[in-house]
Nanobody, 126 residues
Framework: QVQLVESGGGLVQPGESLRLSCAAS????????MGWFRRAPGKEREFVAG??????????VYADSVRGRFSISKDNAKDTVFLQMNSLEPADTAVYYC?????????????????WGQGTQVTVSS
């Protein structure tokens, strides 16, 4: 059974940084996709960043709104995926969700994922 647990959310001021973590357990495949999505108040859940991992390597994709400010990475030893968020803006305020799927898939598509975390709140406000 796959379980995803996010952490690292909080309240920060514009321009500051946060690092979100997603601890994954139960992902036994060498190939998988993991992604970060967010839902802002009154809006639909949207793609933020994703990573496709195979035996050949890992590829990352970012939403236009966060490219250059956010970075997704993984720590194989701890089965953890991170989302480093720099230069945060009030528009980044949302609940952030980690998602995963064994095998391949379109990392930008919500329906591609089988497993979701509970979410962590990120608030950017002065």
């Amino acid at each position: 059974q796959v379980q995803l647990v996010e952490s690292g959310g909080g309240l920060v001021q514009p321009g500051e940084s946060l690092r979100l973590s997603c601890a994954a357990s139960g992902l036994t495949s060498d190939s998988y996709i993991m992604g970060w999505f967010r839902r802002a108040p009154g809006k639909e859940r949207e793609f933020v960043a994703g990573m496709s991992v195979t035996e050949a390597g890992a590829w990352s994709v970012y939403a236009d709104s966060v490219r250059g400010r956010f970075s997704i990475s993984k720590d194989n030893a701890k089965d953890t995926v991170f989302l480093q968020m720099n230069s945060l803006e009030p528009a980044d305020t949302a609940v952030y969700y980690c998602a995963a799927r064994s095998g391949s898939g379109n990392v930008q598509v919500i329906q591609a994922y089988d497993h979701w975390g509970q979410g962590t709140q990120v608030t950017v406000s002065s």
